[in-house]
């Protein structure tokens, strides 16, 4: 869904920019970082914001990384949100902090280590998973493309690292609340407000009591980023009806005529709708 | 698609175990392993088989592992081949050796030994990944549901083990034969007749030389494993039309506007397309 997004009209562009341009270099106007993040986006709080956050998020636009953001580079950056992959694109930017193109471990890690994310939970920069993209003396670049599947998997490979630190004795059980801690850090862009107010609920249930197995925690995590395909299988047993009931078993034949969904997803996904709305039907869940 | 499968007829059930069972015990008829695997199901060779071979998938249907198929046993069989994730039940009943419902980490090895892929790759028993779901010190069993997504992630884990050993230098790079190789040992059972006789040349052209990144291998095996979300994506865009030609772009925004396929995976698909039918576009690929 949803249509192409129309380039911003040339002379509004440029009447927003000098608005907020509030450097002046032999007549070209020039937004600050402060300029763009905090008056132009208004991304932080204009009182207490970390100058650091905002000399990062203000180089994904600063292509040319002189501190300064000129008219075409924030042209240029208006164009890339137009791209189908500007979410990729932009988190390339982001990390690519010399702006020569590719992005080195150096450069992913200096971003890292400024998020929230890492202070929580820090990653292990030396983990095997960091070798095979950065090479094991982690001397190799990362193109954009490359770079956005490393990104992908980086999330699959952050709640691993969760999960592994969270089991501090190795037994392949973590707590209910390491779970929900682990899944609301590091996942939180796939649970809906439901789900993640239910997570506890949801694992007690499944796991019949005060933890969470491995299995168990790699199949929830495989059934969030593989939504479009459980809607998919289950209108495939609806013929297209988005409100009919479907059993446990003609989701499970249907799924496994089209799919690898493994049968500890299915049991998760009629758990979840069970807990969501006490039936044992997945109809409006998805 | 498909419809379920019904029970076969109780009388002609009975029949066919009575014409293959050769052994008689106090009346009652038993298939030896031999009867079931070589002259029922015809699956090997029946003048030259590994005996091995033949007791360990005899094991599958004969549950009480006393060495001989009793009639409720070759019917138990039967019913379990007419449930939707019937071969996940029978892999789970071939590693679950002592037949007592879980699968020790023992138990696992001792199938995985025998089997041709782990003499052509041999998987490290000690990494990480098995610990996460055997437990540090290997103890711990593991259900029919967790074995399902544990033989799920196993066939991931497998192919980056086979990349790892293959990148003898850590460069994060393979060679195109050892792409080849890996994918048609280790994921055959994804690749259509089409795609596995044109992996180097499509490898090639994507990559512009010798070798085949982490990456790219990674974004490959992905794309493979998500072939209904790309159909969906397909379909989505030419609005349920199943021939019309689509560009990457338009491909590209339907993709990212439903789910998280990235553009490296988005670049393959189309590559594949270019080598596969010599055009640019998705068509009828998928």
Redesign the interface.
């Known amino acids: ?2 249509g ?1 997004l129309r380039r911003a009209n040339e002379g509004s562009l440029h009447e927003i920019f000098n608005r907020y341009a509030t450097v002046n270099k032999n007549g070209e106007k020039f937004m600050t970082a402060e300029d763009f993040v905090i008056k132009y986006l208004k991304l932080l709080d204009d009182q207490n914001y970390n100058k650091d956050t905002v000399k990062l998020l203000a180089a994904i636009v600063d292509t040319s990384k002189d501190g300064l953001i000129s008219y075409p580079e924030f042209q240029a950056f208006e164009g890339l949100l137009c791209f ?5 694109k932009t988190a390339f930017q982001l990390f690519d902090t010399n702006g020569n193109g590719m992005v080195s471990f150096s450069e992913f890690v200096e971003v890292m280590k400024k998020t929230e994310l890492h202070r929580k939970i820090p990653f292990n920069m030396d983990s ?1 998973f960091i ?7 982690k001397s ?1 670049v ?1 193109s ?10 980086f999330h699959e490979e952050y709640a ?1 690292e969760g ?2 630190r969270a089991d501090t ?4 059980f973590i707590s209910l609340s390491a779970f929900q801690e682990i899944m609301t850090s590091i996942k939180s862009h796939l649970l809906t407000k439901q789900v993640q107010s239910h997570l506890i609920e949801a694992a007690t249930i499944s796991q019949g009591g005060s933890r969470v ?4 925690f ?2 929830f995590n ?1 059934l969030l ?2 939504m ?2 459980v809607k ?1 299988i289950y209108l ?1 047993v609806t013929n297209g009806h988005r409100t009919q009931e479907v059993s446990k ?1 003609e989701f ?2 249907s ?6 969904m ?4 299915v ?1 998760i996904l009629f758990q979840l709708c069970d807990v969501l709305h006490q039936t044992g039907y997945v109809s409006d869940f998805i």
């Not at 070798?131 to 003396?137: I, N, S, T």
């Open positions: 869904g949803g192409f189908p992959d500007a979410l990729y095997p070798q095979l993209y950065f090479g094991k003396d190799r990362v954009y493309n490359e770079f956005s599947q490393f990104l992908h998997d691993i999960f592994r004795n190795g037994s392949g197995s491995f299995p168990y790699i199949a495989s980023n593989n479009e395909l998919r495939n078993e499970m034949h799924a496994q005529a089209m799919s690898q493994t049968p500890l997803e049991d």
